[in-house]
């Protein structure tokens, strides 16, 4: 349904996007709609966008970005709006081109092991629809129920399961984009790994939608594990379970996960939709899941078994039946979440260093809670050193958000500083854009921002995002290479 003709608006762009796009409800302009879309899961700031548009093909995106590129209109894509670095935040009033209704999936070919899906499908729904063959798809995000998989293409997004799968990046085999000028391409054809040329997928993958908008994705699917058994760790210090974790590794053992939680976290996810019965008093817990051939999971489990016994575990055990298996995954799923029942508001953080330094890095988090009075909990990927600490704090405390922004920022120094880096798998977005300082120099941002260039040359598709503005410095650089 368009907009009527004889309904009288000011803004002729709003009526001129109505006709580009078809379906109910194709548009929203009006402030009491557009309040749904003024931030993402970074809730922190909150802009109103000029409009919302549904298109619901390949065609109307680009008839969409066309027309925003030749009327000087800034745009952004959004999904489902998980993200949690501000990425699809409006910040300078943008037409959001919502891709929500482009939902389907396209094509499975079990024979090559790729499926073809546009970018609202959601990602927890590709697994589902192939289970009955014995397939799935790899990548899993925690709000992988809801979050969608352009999305995931934009913020190359990971999960629990991405230390021996990897991140989004690993499964993709083709993409279809529209260019912020409104041409549209195809890049890796027919899902053949390694074609000549640059890596354009890799580049597309994880740009956060400063590049172009992403409306068909090509993923590769995978045949289910014969076999996967879970364990269930506690321990007493943290310093053990971080031990632990670098152990496992060391002995040659690649889990699929290799999850921990620490006392703060713990006391969420017991407080929260799914509690499973874990003691309170304890300061970490290992979830580890290795999964493969049959004959080889049971001598994997005794090892890891026998390395958390010799590092002072308290309790080890394996679960019992899949029940349980998925009983805990479901708690461990729910983490972030959950610190909503423990504290009035949360920031997620989302940093990663080398595993070797977890106890280092664990302990100066702590005394940046200390430090700035807020509690920080701290749920992360302990095999691959992706760390997530949420500091906890109250919106309805003059300063506290503040206070929690800069422990946030804190955070991710030390992280930078123990030879990580600032994100990841949540992205950049705004949230982090200024800690990019934190891991390249002036130079560097300069050379990723002139690749930005000749995707988007207007700099009208997702401004303000992923960099921070360049110091003094690259700004005189920069004239002088003009000059």
């Not at 729904?125 to 979050?147: R, W």
């Amino acid at each position: 349904m368009r907009l009527a003709a004889h309904i009288k608006i000011k803004d002729r762009h709003i009526l001129n996007l109505a006709k580009l796009v078809s379906g109910p409800r194709s548009i929203l302009y009006k402030k009491t709609d557009l309040a749904a879309y003024d931030c993402d899961g970074f809730t922190i700031e909150k802009y109103l966008p000029r409009a919302v548009v549904f298109p619901q093909n390949t065609e109307e995106v680009a008839a969409v970005v066309k027309y925003c590129s030749e009327n000087d209109l800034p745009f952004l894509a959004r999904g489902a709006g998980t993200g949690l670095s501000g990425g699809a935040i409006p910040i300078n009033g943008e037409v959001i081109i919502s891709l929500t209704r482009m939902k389907r999936l396209l094509n499975v070919d079990l024979e090559n092991r790729m499926a073809v899906v546009e970018p609202g499908f959601v990602n927890l729904k590709l697994t589902h629809a192939i289970a009955d063959q014995e397939y799935y798809y790899a990548p899993d995000p925690s709000s992988q129920y809801c979050c969608t998989i352009g999305g995931n293409v934009a913020e190359n997004a990971g999960g629990a399961h991405c230390l021996k799968y990897g991140v989004t990046t690993n499964h993709i085999l083709g993409l279809e984009v529209v260019l912020p000028n409104g041409d549209v391409i195809e890049i890796g054809k027919k899902g053949i790994p390694d074609a000549p040329g640059y890596d354009l997928l890799g580049l597309l993958t994880g740009s956060e939608g400063t590049l172009g908008i992403v409306t068909k994705i090509t993923v590769r699917i995978l045949k289910n594990p014969e076999s996967k058994q879970t364990v269930l760790a506690y321990f007493d210090r943290v310093e053990d379970g971080s031990q632990a974790v670098s152990e496992i590794i060391s002995a040659g053992i690649v889990p699929a996960a290799l999850e921990m939680m620490d006392k703060i976290a713990i006391e969420g996810v017991e407080a929260a939709a799914f509690p499973v019965g874990h003691p309170r008093d304890i300061e970490a817990l290992l979830l580890i899941e290795v999964d493969g051939i049959h004959a080889g999971i049971e001598e994997q489990i005794n090892q890891i078994l026998e390395v958390c016994r010799n590092r002072n575990v308290r309790e080890v055990r394996a679960a019992k039946n899949e029940g349980e298996r998925e009983r805990w995954w479901a708690n461990r799923k729910t983490g972030f979440g959950a610190m909503g029942a423990i504290s009035h508001d949360y920031l997620v953080q989302d940093g990663v260093i080398p595993r070797s330094k977890l106890p280092e890095v664990l302990s100066k988090i702590n005394e940046i809670s200390q430090e700035s009075g807020l509690r920080i909990a701290n749920i992360f990927h302990a095999g691959d050193g992706n760390l997530h600490p949420l500091v906890l704090f109250d919106s309805r405390v003059p300063g506290e958000t503040e206070k929690a922004i800069e422990a946030g920022s804190a955070c991710l120094k030390v992280c930078a500083d123990a030879g990580g880096t600032i994100t990841g798998e949540h992205g950049v977005g705004i949230e982090k854009k200024e800690e990019m300082r934190f891991v390249f120099t002036d130079e560097e941002i300069m050379a990723q921002t002139a690749i930005r260039k000749v995707f988007n040359h207007d700099n009208l598709l997702n401004a303000g995002k992923l960099f921070p503005t360049p110091g003094k410095c690259a700004e005189i650089k920069q004239e002088l290479t003009k000059a």
